[in-house]
């Protein structure tokens, strides 16, 4: 067993006596311990033993078969714990180990109403009402019945003032009831009681950022900051409550408050160089990018926001040099792509802006834009059997006007004025309102349509 259980003397004692092979008497209430323990730390194979033993010296003892079924559930054998269930009913049928491990199985068996009755009876003994009513709301909740959970819940922690389990259920009940109004009134009462729970006061100041009264918020996370001077969310909190509201300088110096008891801080500079971007201060942003990037290589967002910054300034080569490096981290992220295709055609590398164009497409290909911009790069390129092909593909997704222009204006480019007429009459009929636009974009078509007016 685990160093930190050693000091357990009945577990000592117990181990020492299998480990020796020795015969030692023990009685119900302390094998019953014993198997606990181990079922509570999860070693399987020494509560069997435990077991065991236990049914050696007290072969017939209802209890130690309570715990028999609690070892069966442990394991998911519910066979075997439904046949001990049954044989126990008539004996122990207002027993409350007896109806915890009898809801226990139901709720393993997915019937949470089932489970809900049992524990309903066990709560009848008015012992354990915390652990029990907490059991009861997770049940409503595997029913979707989220406000009679949250009842239950809130039972819960009437009984145990200090159970995170119930504070927890709390605050999910409340959002996704999407309560949060009620839910603030329940932070404040909790406060009113507990006005050193730093936890409330963060669930608080997220509370308020959700009703959007951000400087509730700020005032929240300031409390937690007071409570634990070295809390980096409560910092975390308040620099990104200070950016929403536009006081940039603030939250730097918010910020770098944490940065001392950080461990890593890769983010927190991630988001002081975007505060200096809003500053207009590129040098100091660009310099906190490059920390960020020292502290997590890996970190993909950073190098991209690099990239962006050096594409402002229009050095593009270092932009394509960070952005490549951010698209080496997360090759499925549209943005970067994007971004990637502005950088290559300002580079004039139009034939590599193509092919991430077209990965684009790949990535999300039931968004019309994709394959407008995939098909017009391949235009400006006068790469025309291409952009018509892209421009199938297109059409088996969308029978959009934008396309039918597209197609239209590169067959009038290569002479083929049939298809040309076909692709333009089929523009025109599914939205004539966007002609002017295309017709201003490829000026063929106004002469091909002007001249079949005529």
């Known amino acids: 067993m685990e160093d930190e259980f050693l000091n357990n003397e009945l577990i000592e004692q117990f181990e020492h006596m299998l480990d020796h092979k020795e015969n030692i008497y023990f009685d119900t209430e302390q094998l019953q311990e014993i198997i606990s323990f181990y079922l509570d730390v999860s070693d399987f194979e020494y509560a069997k033993k435990a077991l065991d033993y236990a049914f050696s010296l007290h072969p017939d003892h209802h209890d130690l078969k309570v715990k028999k079924i609690e070892y069966h559930l442990s394991l998911t054998q519910l066979k075997k714990a439904a046949e001990l269930i049954t044989e126990l009913k008539d004996i122990l049928s207002d027993d409350l180990e007896y109806l915890l491990v009898v809801a226990r199985f139901w709720a393993i068996k997915d019937l949470p109403k089932k ?143 944490s940065l001392e008891y950080d461990d890593s801080p890769a983010i927190t ?47 593009y080569q270092e932009a394509l040099f960070y952005l490549n490096r951010a698209i080496d981290l997360d090759d499925r992220n549209v943005e970067y792509w994007k971004a990637h295709c502005y950088i290559l055609i300002k580079l004039g590398k139009y034939e590599e802006a193509i092919t991430s164009y077209r990965t684009i497409v790949d990535i999300e290909p039931f968004r019309l834009n994709n394959w407008i911009a995939l098909i017009e790069a391949n235009i400006v390129m006068e790469e025309y059997q291409t952009a018509i092909q892209e421009g199938q593909k297109a059409l088996k997704h969308f029978n959009r006007a934008e396309i039918h222009y597209q197609l239209s204006s590169i067959f009038f480019q290569i002479n083929d004025e049939l298809q040309g007429k076909e692709h333009l009459e089929k523009a025109l009929t599914l939205d004539a309102s966007i002609k002017e636009e295309y017709f201003l974009k490829y000026p063929i078509l106004h002469r091909f349509h002007t001249k079949s007016d005529e």
Do not use: M
């Open 269 to 315: 500079y991630l988001v002081i160089g975007e505060c200096y971007e809003k500053l207009n201060l590129p040098l100091k942003a660009l310099k906190s990018y490059h920390l960020s990037i020292k502290e997590d290589p890996q970190l993909d967002k950073v190098w991209a926001r690099t990239s962006a910054l050096y594409s402002k300034s229009e050095n």
């Open 115 to 257: 489970a809900i009755q049992f524990y309903k009876k066990a709560a009848l003994h008015e012992e354990d009402l915390d652990f029990i009513y907490n059991c009861i709301g997770n049940e409503y909740l595997n029913l979707d019945e989220v406000s009679s959970a949250l009842e239950y819940f809130l039972k819960a922690l009437e009984y145990s003032e200090d159970n995170d389990f119930s504070f927890y259920s709390i605050i999910q009940c409340y959002n996704e009831l999407h309560a949060y109004q009620d839910c603030i009134n329940f932070l404040k009462t909790y406060i009113d009681e507990n006005p050193y729970s730093e936890i409330a006061w963060g669930q608080l100041g997220a509370q308020y950022e959700q009703v959007k009264q951000l400087e509730d918020a700020l005032e929240a996370y300031d409390y937690v900051t007071v409570i634990n001077p070295t809390s980096i969310s409560g910092y975390t909190q308040k620099g990104n409550i200070l950016t929403q509201l536009g006081r940039y300088e603030e939250a730097i110096l918010t910020l770098e408050e």
